[in-house]
């Protein structure tokens, strides 16, 4: 069992910037990614952090956010510039072994955790 435990969310204005944490009990060699969720939509897919250093985002935070890891605090940090009021939401942090064809796909993803709000406004 891996935990997670998601941190820095918050109401913030458009063009704003947020940091967002996520602890994990035991990273390992483990993909890092984050998903957000608006109201009556899906999760879909922020970006990805793979332990050999490869990066993925998802196109509509492609240069405006930026994922990293601490490996030896076992964080993974998302960097979030230029919010736009799009971007409001619950985000995710989850922990897998995603093959390179699956990284975006929730399903890919094993452990959860309980989400932080993101709130941008105009």
């Known amino acids: 069992q891996v935990d997670l435990v998601e941190s820095g969310g918050g109401l913030v204005q458009a063009g704003a910037s947020l940091r967002l944490s996520c602890t994990i009990s035991?990273?390992?060699?483990?993909?890092l990614a984050w998903f957000r969720q608006a109201p009556g939509s899906e999760r879909v897919f922020v970006a990805a952090?793979?332990?050999?250093?490869?990066?993925y985002y998802g196109d509509s935070v492609k240069g405006r956010f930026t994922i990293s890891r601490d490996r030896a605090k076992n964080t993974v940090h998302l960097q979030m510039n230029s919010l736009k009021p799009e971007d409001t939401a619950v985000y995710f942090c989850?922990?897998?072994?995603?093959?390179?064809?699956?990284?975006?796909?929730?399903?890919?993803?094993?452990?959860w955790g309980q989400g932080t709000q993101v709130t941008v406004s105009s």
């Open positions: 035991d990273a390992s060699d483990y993909a």
């Open positions: 952090s793979r332990p050999n250093g490869a990066t």
């Open positions: 989850a922990a897998g072994r995603p093959i390179t064809s699956t990284i975006r796909h929730t399903s890919a993803y094993y452990y």
